[in-house]
């Protein structure tokens, strides 16, 4: 649906029918996962509703500091880095994952200061997160030429490819591309670089490796809202699958491995149990203090991004820091 009387309008590629075939990958997904030796749920699965909302509780935590450094570094820098995207001619600003977009706001008002000729793409698969953002920008900044786009990010970068030719630049913020693995990785971003032409851009954000205990607190806060987040993938299976998990008798557990930076995430059957999952009809044996793996979040050394770079045809052209050297928003250019 798109109307000629706002700058800011939406397409929503995911398909009529999508509740039903979401909802049959969501139960697949559940099935493959739970079946395997060492258990596993995809942390794709954390963010409906009330799972988005605890996030959002999330990076207010004093422990989170991500969002914290990457609005500082977005902040001190804003300037340099709108120069950088801009540049001479009219470019598309694509934000994959874009959600409420309170980093990206800077830059586009530093843009649109500047008198820069650029359409703003944000991308997400929350629908009612983009209405809300694209109402934001008809009252914030009505000037500001806006196309949301509600859909999966390949599906998105696909239909721009068709409908949006002229340069890019790209924005995967937030350190979420953490959630792969390192090979994984470096495909999505061999499959980005598909999407772009050289001298295109990319600006990757990335949590990078400290002290090992400032990252583990950061998924392990005391308040216990990472555990409630996590726990919620359960009680999200329960609610649309019909399964019957005793979240209770589970618990969150969090671990920190320094020698590839990998943040992990798992929940943990306190008994030996069994759960249906109601739609499938499946049964599941949970042995006493047997774990599910539910997140990766990987932390990253300047080295291994470049590393990353170079195996997707990506040149590492400015690398901004937050002032403790926390977390990096790295500026890729496509060769
Ligand atoms: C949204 C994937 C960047 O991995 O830090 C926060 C999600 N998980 N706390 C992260 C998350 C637990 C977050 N990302």
């Given at each position: 649906?798109?109307?000629?009387?706002?700058?800011?309008?939406?397409?929503?590629?995911?398909?009529?029918?999508?509740?039903?075939?979401?909802?049959?990958?969501?139960?697949?997904?559940?099935?493959?996962g739970l079946s395997k030796k060492q258990k596993t749920l995809s942390s794709r699965?954390?963010?409906?509703?009330?799972?988005?909302?605890?996030?959002?509780?999330?990076?207010?935590?004093?422990?989170?500091?991500?969002?914290?450094?990457?609005?500082?570094?977005?902040?001190?820098?804003?300037?340099?880095?709108?120069?950088?995207?801009?540049?001479?001619?009219?470019?598309?600003?694509?934000?994959?994952?874009?959600?409420?977009?309170?980093?990206?706001?800077?830059?586009?008002?530093?843009?649109?200061?500047?008198?820069?000729?650029?359409?703003?793409?944000?991308?997400?698969?929350?629908?009612?997160?983009?209405?809300?953002?694209?109402?934001?920008?008809?009252?914030?900044?009505?000037?500001?030429?806006?196309?949301?786009?509600?859909?999966?990010?390949?599906?998105?970068?696909?239909?721009?490819?068709?409908?949006?030719?002229?340069?890019?630049?790209?924005?995967?913020?937030?350190?979420?591309?953490?959630?792969?693995?390192?090979?994984?990785?470096?495909?999505?971003?061999?499959?980005?670089?598909?999407?772009?032409?050289?001298?295109?851009?990319?600006?990757?954000?990335?949590?990078?490796?400290?002290?090992?205990?400032?990252?583990?607190?950061?998924?392990?806060?005391?308040?216990?809202?990472?555990?409630?987040?996590?726990?919620?993938?359960?009680?999200?299976?329960?609610?649309?699958?019909?399964?019957?998990?005793?979240?209770?008798?589970?618990?969150?557990?969090?671990?920190?491995?320094?020698?590839?930076?990998?943040?992990?995430?798992?929940?943990?059957?306190?008994?030996?149990?069994?759960?249906?999952?109601?739609?499938?009809?499946?049964?599941?044996?949970?042995?006493?203090?047997?774990?599910?793996?539910?997140?990766?979040?990987?932390?990253?050394?300047?080295?291994?991004?470049?590393?990353?770079?170079?195996?997707?045809?990506?040149?590492?052209?400015?690398?901004?820091?937050?002032?403790?050297?926390?977390?990096?928003?790295?500026?890729?250019?496509?060769?």
């Amino acid at each position: 649906m798109s109307t000629t009387l706002h700058q800011a309008t939406i397409i929503n590629l995911i398909q009529q029918n999508s509740t039903i075939d979401s909802n049959t990958l969501f139960a697949e997904d559940v099935k493959t996962g739970l079946s395997k030796k060492q258990k596993t749920l995809s942390s794709r699965y954390f963010y409906d509703g009330q799972g988005s909302r605890l996030f959002q509780q999330i990076m207010e935590l004093p422990e989170y500091y991500l969002t914290r450094c990457e609005y500082e570094i977005f902040t001190e820098n804003k300037a340099v880095i709108s120069q950088q995207f801009a540049q001479k001619e009219f470019f598309h600003l694509i934000d994959l994952g874009a959600g409420d977009a309170l980093k990206s706001k800077i830059l586009i008002k530093e843009l649109a200061q500047q008198k820069s000729a650029f359409e703003y793409i944000p991308v997400d698969i929350s629908g009612d997160a983009m209405q809300t953002l694209v109402a934001s920008f008809r009252t914030e900044m009505p000037a500001i030429q806006v196309q949301a786009v509600v859909g999966e990010y390949f599906e998105a970068l696909a239909w721009l490819h068709e409908n949006k030719p002229g340069r890019k630049v790209i924005m995967f913020l937030g350190s979420n591309i953490g959630n792969f693995t390192l090979t994984e990785s470096i495909s999505f971003l061999q499959r980005v670089r598909y999407y772009l032409q050289p001298g295109d851009s990319l600006f990757l954000g990335v949590d990078l490796r400290k002290d090992p205990p400032t990252i583990l607190q950061a998924y392990d806060d005391a308040a216990g809202t990472t555990a409630e987040f996590n726990l919620n993938l359960l009680h999200r299976i329960n609610r649309e699958l019909g399964g019957n998990f005793q979240v209770e008798q589970f618990k969150h557990y969090a671990i920190y491995n320094p020698l590839n930076g990998a943040m992990q995430s798992f929940l943990i059957s306190q008994k030996d149990q069994d759960v249906t999952i109601g739609t499938t009809g499946e049964l599941f044996h949970f042995s006493a203090w047997e774990a599910i793996h539910t997140e990766n979040s990987h932390k990253y050394s300047l080295d291994g991004v470049a590393h990353m770079a170079d195996q997707s045809n990506f040149k590492v052209e400015t690398v901004y820091l937050d002032e403790k050297s926390y977390f990096a928003d790295i500026l890729l250019k496509a060769n």
